[in-house]
């Protein structure tokens, strides 16, 4: 409940530094941890031995004194006591200080000059049948191992030293400044070695990423070295072997896409001329004989005079009428003739009128080609796109008003086609159902261009193509260009 | 944030256990630099009985022997009695002299200088195997050739106390006796200001003669019979008048009575003998100032010959 906040906040900032850091920041944090814990653990044991130490060094020096004590107390020599106490205080560089108390407990020599800490007195005590007695003193000089030993029984009085831990705070300090010194040193080692460790460690895997990137731009020659005999030289070399599998599948894929390519430009050529050919089949030869037929019944018309045949001939001729209208209209709406002979410009401009009339929705058409015709495949394209996108609006839009805008931009015609329909989501178009704004993209990228739609529910949809005009007819570059498009 | 802070007590908390001043128990806290000038004794309602003992033997051996007596005298007084010890006998003359001590257990010689000086006044006298007196005994290490005081000229020798009888003034006289003095007859000689040390040096062959109080050495060799095997006595002089007990001559009559009536009666008791015994002695007995005569004249040739 602590700890999950606490592990998170962690993670997100040892989350978020590369390996490199965090396998430094591992090393150096095993150094510090080791370091400050060893340090602990030595000050605490350095602690416990030296103030032992201290206590039996106190024991020994009261006890010294007590001894010497003994007879200059009872012949009251207080000058020879003092100096003992003095020469003590010389001889034990860290006993902070010495004094005699009497049978009394008055205090008759000490090492404090003129004046005593009354309230060390009572601090310590022995009785006359004890060894001793030692206490740890805390006071403004550090602690203080105060050593209390009888003299002659207690009968001459009690002697009380006092050892200060100068020692303990001077081991302690050496030996942390040691340690730390040495901690630090390892440290440094730890940072170097665990620098190049990293380096050993991430290199390959840079490598590999650089690899990655290399293969997601589509080159797969890029090959990684096989860096070290572990599991990231195994790596690599999968790596490699998943490269070279790409790129023999990348090739298989390029020829389908030629050969998909190339059957595509065919079936559409073939489809292409073959309307042609009916076109002009329908317009020279069959709408040829259907005027023929035409003339005949209007002629037979007149001559006739029984009104029942007359009318049946006027019928017929209506009839004849009616057709050669339909071959008429099915020989434009396969391939007009406008096209081929007048151009792009005039032939949409004749299919959006006969559009309009059929489907009573205005178009504000616009076309600036200038005043040279376009190469044949793009007007065909061009002109075919129109046809199916003024199809789908008719079928599917419930539009009320379609802008088309057709420009020559330098090299390459960019054409716009807007309806104010009903639109449609963009997910629907990809699915098999509209397999004609399949065709128009096809029709633009065969010829090196681009067709994109943008529809959204009760905003109309808008269509836009761009077809260079110096488009190489080379099926590869098509297809690469195709290729970085889907 | 609260949970952050508590985190970190907790960790201060592990730190704060594991620096040196937790990890030792101490016993409470006292500032050194708060010092204050140490108060003068009171005057106690009631003032202890002090009795001064001359260093004729070590000051741990004369609280251990003296400790029993003492203590008696102070339950019969019903009033606490005070050891004072003093490493010269003037040292203890002074006192005695200037009243700071109500009684005194003085050498021989010492005695006399007082109460030449100042009237020092005769308490008792003890008695040991029936008599009040004791000698001066020329002591040499037992493996030693010297047969008497002469053998003993250019050795080291040790005195006991600048003004005791028996451990300076007469090994002196009898290296008078020799033509001499001390200075030029020994290569050396030492003060061990008592005699149990006296007969210690020579013992342990510090020095190589020493003339010692015959009723300390009968009881240092009565509680250590090694002690006698180290040693062999090969000079004991004429008898001299005992140690006695001294008092201030301005004592209180009343106390000085009643002292000596503790101490003639000290030998009455079972309790009393014990103590006696401790300081190896018979019992208390009166003694005249004349009983110390024969030593006066010796130390008049003493002081004459120096």
Request: aromatic residues 6%; proline residues 4%; contains cysteine.
């Amino acid at each position: 409940m602590k700890i999950k906040p606490l592990f998170a906040r962690f993670w997100e900032i040892a989350g978020a530094v590369n390996i490199r850091i965090k396998i430094l920041g591992m090393a150096l944090g095993l150094v510090l941890l080791l370091g400050t814990g060893i340090t602990l653990q030595v000050r605490i044991a350095l602690t416990k031995t030296v103030s032992s130490q201290l206590e039996k060094q106190s024991i020994s020096v009261a006890r010294d004194l007590a001894a010497r004590s003994t007879d200059l107390i009872l012949l009251n020599d207080l000058f020879s006591l003092h100096r003992l106490l003095q020469e003590t205080q010389i001889n034990n560089a860290n006993v902070l200080y010495a004094f005699i108390l009497d049978s009394n407990g008055r205090v008759i020599a000490h090492t404090f000059g003129d004046s005593f800490p009354l309230a060390l007195i009572e601090k310590n005590s022995v009785s006359p049948q004890d060894h001793h007695h030692t206490v740890v003193l805390q006071t403004n000089d550090g602690l203080v191992w105060d050593t209390a030993v009888p003299i002659l029984d207690g009968r001459a009085g009690i002697a009380r030293i006092g050892l200060s831990d100068v020692l303990l705070r001077d081991s302690l300090r050496d030996m942390t400044g040691q340690l730390i010194l040495t901690t630090a040193l390892v440290s440094l080692i730890g940072v170097t070695v665990a620098a190049l460790l990293t380096w050993i460690l991430t290199h390959p895997i840079l490598e590999l990423v650089q690899a990655t990137r290399q293969v997601a731009k589509g080159d797969f020659s890029y090959r990684v070295p096989r860096w070290a005999n572990d599991e990231i030289g195994d790596l690599a070399e999968a790596f490699n072997l998943m490269t070279a599998e790409l790129a023999h599948a990348d090739d298989l894929r390029r020829e389908k896409e030629v050969l998909r390519r190339q059957l595509l430009e065919s079936v559409i050529r073939t489809q292409e001329e073959e309307r042609q050919r009916i076109s002009r089949e329908l317009h020279d030869s069959t709408s040829q004989s259907l005027t023929s037929l035409k003339v005949g019944l209007h002629t037979l018309q007149t001559i006739l005079t029984d009104g029942e045949a007359k009318k049946q001939t006027k019928d017929l001729y209506e009839i004849t009428s009616q057709t050669l209208e339909d071959v008429h209209a099915l020989a434009v709406q396969l391939r007009p003739a406008t096209l081929d002979d007048l151009g792009l410009a005039a032939a949409l401009q004749r299919f959006i009128n006969d559009w309009q009339v059929r489907y009573h929705i205005p178009v504000d058409i616009l076309v600036y080609l200038g005043n040279e015709r376009l190469p044949g495949e793009v007007e065909t394209a061009l002109y075919r796109i129109t046809q199916e996108a003024m199809t789908n609006i008719a079928r599917h839009a419930s539009a009320h008003k379609v802008s088309i805008l057709l420009e020559k931009r330098g090299e390459e015609v960019v054409g716009v086609i807007e309806d104010d329909g009903q639109g449609f989501e963009s997910h629907q178009f990809i699915s098999g159902e509209h397999l004609g704004i399949i065709g128009m993209r096809e029709r633009a990228e065969l010829l090196g261009g681009k067709l994109t739609i943008e529809s959204e529910i009760g905003k109309g949809t808008s269509l836009f193509v761009r077809i260079p005009l110096n488009h190489q007819r080379s099926s590869s570059q098509a297809i690469s260009e195709g290729g970085q498009e889907s | 944030m609260r949970r952050n802070a508590l985190f970190l007590l907790v960790l201060i908390f592990f730190l704060a256990a594991c620096s040196p001043s937790q990890t030792i128990v101490t016993s409470g806290y006292v500032n050194l630099d708060q010092r204050s000038p140490l108060p003068t004794p009171l005057n106690r309602a009631i003032t202890p009985l002090r009795v001064a003992v001359a260093a004729v033997i070590s000051p741990q051996g004369t609280v251990e022997s003296y400790t029993a007596l003492l203590n008696l005298i102070g339950k019969s007084l019903q009033r606490p009695v005070e050891l004072v010890q003093r490493r010269t006998y003037m040292e203890i003359n002074d006192l005695v002299k200037d009243g700071d001590v109500d009684m005194a257990f003085v050498c021989t010689s010492a005695y006399i200088a007082g109460h030449d000086q100042f009237g020092m006044e005769l308490l008792v006298a003890p008695q040991v195997d029936g008599q009040t007196v004791y000698y001066s005994l020329l002591i040499v290490p037992s493996d030693s050739t010297a047969k008497s005081m002469a053998d003993l000229k250019g050795k080291i020798f040790a005195f006991t106390d600048p003004i005791s009888l028996s451990g300076r003034m007469y090994p002196t006289y009898l290296v008078n006796q020799l033509g001499s003095t001390p200075e030029d007859f020994f290569s050396r000689t030492f003060f061990t200001y008592s005699h149990d040390q006296a007969i210690q040096a020579v013992a342990n062959k510090v020095a190589d003669g020493a003339a010692v109080d015959s009723l300390v050495y009968a009881f240092a060799v009565s509680r250590d019979p090694q002690l006698g095997e180290l040693i062999q006595v090969i000079h004991r002089s004429p008898a001299f008048g005992i140690p006695p007990v001294v008092v201030n001559p301005n004592i209180r009559p009343q106390l000085k009575a009643e002292l000596q009536s503790l101490l003639l009666n000290m030998h009455t008791t079972a309790a009393g003998l014990q103590a006696l015994k401790a300081i190896g002695v018979d019992r208390f007995v009166l003694i005249d100032d004349s009983a110390y005569n024969d030593v006066r004249t010796l130390l008049g040739d003493v002081t004459q010959t120096r």
